[in-house]
């Protein structure tokens, strides 16, 4: 398998997305946000310290921006935009607004993504595994305090609609 | 600009062999902060993701070695039979990055790029693994202390893959111990790995981050191994536990740089080799 032409596909949100006019060593931050027209993850420290590009692959939590785009055509790419397939909002993004977990909002998407992956694989987490979970998310504004709640509320939530 | 994802070893040989001058990229997360920031423009690439026969791991028959794939994400060695069985280098594992990283990064990554600051190269070191380099045609298998040449050198050639590491299972104590500037997503100020072998009375002493490569306290290790019984847990004086940090500091050759001062890290080796050959005494 291999990506030597400026034109390739990548599986994101379930949809088949063709990338073109592209380098094909972009990172797949930049491909998504500036070939793909999906901003939400977003990029700040384009090193892997501070996972606000945080993406879904292959049933991983990983940064994007240390993803060589072209090397990702055959995964599974699930960004902040695909958490829901409507414009409703998942049990994460809604504890989030109603504990107050958005400041600033730059780390919000990637926390999220994180979250969604914490609680997917781990429905009912000890503080210490939430903690871990986000160890690389990195937030500036809240002191961690109500993303913490936010986690809280979203796990009880889950569970009661789980039920 | 070529990007090949081979979805076997044989393939991935193959291709290495056939453009020796690939860039390999393995989990990523040290060839695309270079790229990201236009510190290398790669042109043809060979990605080892999908590579399955390097992303795993196998205990040796005779039950005396574990034979790491390259390609095995860090995730992987936090818990379960390889944190059982190597637990100095689960301890390094998990304070590599964030679990975004280590759901990337590998044991291949660290020793293709040989920083000094790689968490895993100190357990390399102060177990004597053995790393295994193939090509197309070709197989050998590379002391790790032969295989770490200088900073960010190593003793790969073009055309070669890092396909495993070779750890010997020790009856004894392991442990790593590691100082950054917080708890959690940082590079290593000052890094040390301490294997007590109880069965041979050897001890191993690494350091990372305090040297242009991992370091072997070789002269400290055998002063120790003069001292007391390594074939029995014995509570170390605190005479000779001082000396003994002491002896690993003089032997660290660390540096200013952005990260810490020189002084510090031999402050920190000091006090990271005190307090593991501690643990080995009375865990």
């Known amino acids: ?163 | 600009m070529t990007v090949l994802i081979p979805q076997s070893l044989h393939d991935a040989l193959a291709a290495a062999t056939a453009n020796p001058d690939a860039q390999i990229i393995q989990g990523g997360t040290d060839l695309m902060v270079e790229v990201n920031f236009n510190h290398r423009k790669p042109t043809d690439v060979i990605a080892l993701r999908r590579v399955d026969e390097i992303r795993n791991y196998v205990v040796t028959a005779d039950k005396k070695n574990v034979v790491i794939g390259s390609g095995l994400p860090y995730r992987e060695m936090e818990h379960g039979e390889l944190a059982q069985l190597l637990p100095a280098l689960a301890q390094a594992a998990r304070t590599v990055g964030s679990p975004q990283i280590r759901a990337a990064g590998s044991i291949g990554g660290n020793l293709g790029t040989c920083s000094p600051a790689g968490d895993a190269l100190p357990v390399l070191s102060a177990l004597d693994a053995v790393i295994n380099l193939q090509t197309a045609t070709t197989s050998r298998e590379i002391s790790v202390h032969d295989f770490m040449v200088g900073v960010k050198r190593n003793a790969r050639q073009p055309g070669e893959l890092i396909v495993s590491a070779t750890l010997p299972i020790i009856n004894g104590w392991q442990g790593y111990a590691k100082v950054g500037v917080r708890n959690a997503m940082v590079i290593s100020i000052a890094s040390c790995c301490l294997v007590i072998d109880r069965e041979k009375g050897s001890i191993g002493v690494a350091l990372g981050s305090v040297g242009p490569t991992i370091i072997r306290c070789r002269e400290t290790e055998q002063w120790l191994a003069m001292q007391i019984d390594l074939k029995n847990i014995s509570i170390v004086a605190p005479n000779l536990l001082k000396e003994f940090g002491d002896r690993v500091a003089k032997e660290s050759k660390p540096i200013d740089d952005h990260r810490s001062t020189a002084a510090y890290r031999r402050h920190a080796v000091a006090t990271l080799s005190r307090r593991l050959l501690t643990r080995a005494n009375t865990q």
């Open chain 1, 1 to 163: 398998m291999s990506a030597n032409s400026e034109v390739y596909d990548l599986n994101v949100n379930g949809q088949k997305r063709q990338v073109r006019d592209a380098w094909v060593g972009e990172s797949l931050l930049y491909v998504l946000r500036e070939r793909l027209g999906l901003p939400g993850s977003k990029g700040a420290c384009e090193q892997g310290e501070c996972g606000s590009c945080t993406v879904i692959m292959d049933g991983q939590a990983v940064c994007s921006c240390l993803v060589m785009a072209a090397t990702a055509i055959d995964s599974k790419i699930t960004t902040v935009e695909g958490l829901t397939q409507d414009d409703s909002l998942t049990a994460v993004q809604d504890a989030f607004i109603t504990e107050g977990g958005v400041q600033c909002g730059f780390c919000t998407p990637g926390l999220i993504v994180a979250i969604e992956h914490l609680l997917d694989n781990n429905p009912d987490p000890s503080q210490l595994e939430v903690k871990e979970a986000i160890s690389g998310n990195i937030c500036r504004c809240t002191g961690y305090g109500r993303i913490f709640e936010a986690v809280n509320t979203a796990v009880t939530t889950r569970r009661a609609t789980n039920l």
